[in-house]
């Protein structure tokens, strides 16, 4: 576990991880994982570095969770038009 004063350094870094992780990870997920961590990390100082940490990983949070709801809709919206299709599919 990592002392008390890199938490503001950790919690930065994990910030911009998740920002990245949530456009590249499948369904937004890593963005919201790790997001999720850099917060708590975040909460263990209350400097200024810490603060904008926050920002960064409630930023990289909001946007897994949008892009876990839109992949959510999308799958959703081709799974059914699939099956809706096949009955004019040849057998």
Request: proline share 1%.
């Amino acid at each position: 576990m990592a002392d008390k004063k890199d938490a503001d350094i950790i919690s930065y870094v994990l910030g911009i991880i998740s920002i990245v992780m949530a456009f590249i990870s499948s369904y937004g997920l890593g963005g919201i994982i790790f997001g999720i961590i850099g917060i708590i990390y975040s909460k263990k100082q209350k400097t200024d570095l810490s603060r904008k940490a926050k920002k960064l990983n409630i930023i990289g949070l909001i946007i897994g969770l949008i892009l876990f709801v839109l992949s959510f809709v999308a799958m959703i919206y081709l799974t059914i038009n699939g099956i809706e299709s096949l009955q004019n599919f040849p057998v």
